[in-house]
């Protein structure tokens, strides 16, 4: 083989280095396709030509992608959530409710986080609201602390999984499926999570309960009306809205796009009617709804430029090429690559490795065959299901966890960065006991969607 043949090779290395640097993911996508392809013109295996086909694929593949004008309305719908005080009454309402169970605030915190993944894809703003939220007040009755950061983080990021997801939406665009599907398939895997994390809570809480100290009985309403009247006010909303989002999808009453705008008027409409809503809170709200949206998108113009050059230059020959030669089979191939996501997440961000992942291995996908394990058609969702799993752990996993950095910045001064490590290993371990289920057991993901969907 001459060095052209090695090109591909030579471009992801250099992007897994220059992702170190610091220097925005976007620009490193974009630049490293761009220089690999000059690159290639040099060596005749490239005609400048072809960098005109950049042009369609943007604009067709993400400008005018109506799959993906989902998102900027799922970031508005989570952003509100956070500004406007709903998920602070949430809260407040799980704590008392919960309060004469074993670890009752860390079983809220985890409750807060399910429903608001389910409402909202955005990990960055969940754990730092969480941890705003209910961090001081774990600590200040007395919780250990890597229980409290690491139920906190843990929960954070269940919005990753548990749709509607924007990680999910970009996997669907990637992986050329419905997006529908990929939701009703990541339903059961994510609440199965979030099942794992409230089992572990209340086991090792009931076993040492200096662990986390109950909340004094007279915190909250002392009256049954006054209670319904919380319950009513502070926990029925938020489930409104998860029906309305997540409803409308399983119900087919409306695609993904078009629940997300009912999920951000949905949100919207919250703030209004809890008196939530001002001028200052609706101009943060657009303003970090609009930066949140242009770094996405300006990384998927990065990677549409990077992949575009990788399969030019033979990316996609050269790695088929090269699974064949280890003779894997599909087994072997599928751990393989759950293995080098879990590793990537040490280092990486979910939609880094996600845009470097699939679009070099999605041909090799499709080939995979497990026999009567899963069905030829269902091996893509049920990988992108896997994935998902497997990339959750990327917030959690030192030394570049970004839920830890999150939660780190705007915790208590007392927190140490070494009680965050600590507490997220369980968690951790927990989730790739579920990502082994979800693989041993396909149902766990496919069961859904082919009842709600054939």
């Known amino acids: 083989m001459h060095f052209v043949d090695y090109l591909p090779a030579f471009m992801f290395l250099v992007l897994a280095l220059l992702l170190f640097c610091g220097y925005p993911v976007a620009f490193v996508l974009g630049g490293v396709g761009l220089t690999f392809g000059f690159i290639g013109m040099a060596f005749d295996v490239f005609d400048f030509i072809q960098f005109f086909n950049l042009a369609p694929r943007i604009w067709g593949g993400i400008a005018e992608n109506p799959v993906l004008t989902a998102i900027p309305m799922f970031i508005f719908m989570g952003t509100m959530l956070e500004r406007s005080g709903v998920a602070n009454d949430l809260l407040n309402c799980l704590q008392v409710l919960l309060r004469r169970v074993p670890g009752g605030l860390a079983l809220s915190v985890t409750l807060m986080g ?28 007395n919780y250990n602390i890597p229980l409290a950061t690491g139920t906190i983080a843990a929960s954070g990021t269940l919005g ?38 409230m089992l572990y809570i209340f086991v090792i809480c009931g076993a040492r309960p200096k662990l986390a100290p109950p909340l004094p009985d007279h915190m909250g309403p002392q009256t049954t009306i006054a209670l319904i009247v919380m319950v009513l006010r502070s926990f029925v909303p938020p489930l409104f809205l998860i029906f309305l989002v997540l409803g409308s999808i399983l119900f087919g009453w409306a695609t993904p796009t078009e629940a997300a705008g009912v999920g951000a008027a949905g949100a919207f409409l919250l703030a209004v009617v809890g ?43 050269m790695v088929i090429s090269t699974v064949e030669s280890l003779g894997l089979g599909s087994w072997g191939l599928l751990i393989l690559l759950m293995g080098l996501v879990f590793f990537l997440g040490f280092f990486f961000d979910w ?39 497997n990339l959750q752990t990327s917030f959690l996993t030192p030394p570049f966890g970004f839920a830890l950095f999150y939660l780190k910045g705007v915790a208590p001064p007392e927190v ?23 693989m041993a057991f396909p149902d766990l993901a496919l069961w859904l969607p082919r009842l709600l969907l054939d």
């Open 114 to 141: 399910t429903i608001m993944a389910a409402t909202t894809g955005i990990i960055g703003a969940s754990v730092v609201m969480m941890t705003l939220l209910a961090l001081p007040v774990m600590v200040k009755r």
């Open 160 to 197: 990753i999984l548990i749709p509607p997801s924007i990680m999910l939406v970009i996997m669907a665009d990637l992986l050329s499926r419905s997006v529908g599907n990929l939701f009703v398939a990541a339903i059961i895997p994510g609440f199965l999570l979030a099942g794992f994390y």
């Open 275 to 317: 008196r939530k809503l001002s001028w200052k809170v609706m101009t943060d709200v657009v303003e970090r709804s609009a930066l949140t949206g242009a770094m996405l998108f300006g990384i998927f113009l990065g990677a549409t430029c990077f992949s575009y050059v990788f399969r030019a230059l033979g990316g996609d020959d």
């Open 351 to 389: 939609i880094e490795i996600t845009l470097i992942v699939l679009p070099v291995f999605a041909p090799i996908i499709e080939l995979l065959d497990f026999g009567n394990h899963v069905m030829p058609r269902e091996v893509v969702y049920w990988f992108a299901i896997l994935m998902a799993v």
């Open 416 to 438: 140490r960065i070494q009680q965050v490590y600590k507490g997220i290993i369980p968690f951790v371990i927990l989730q790739l006991v579920g990502l082994g289920l979800v």
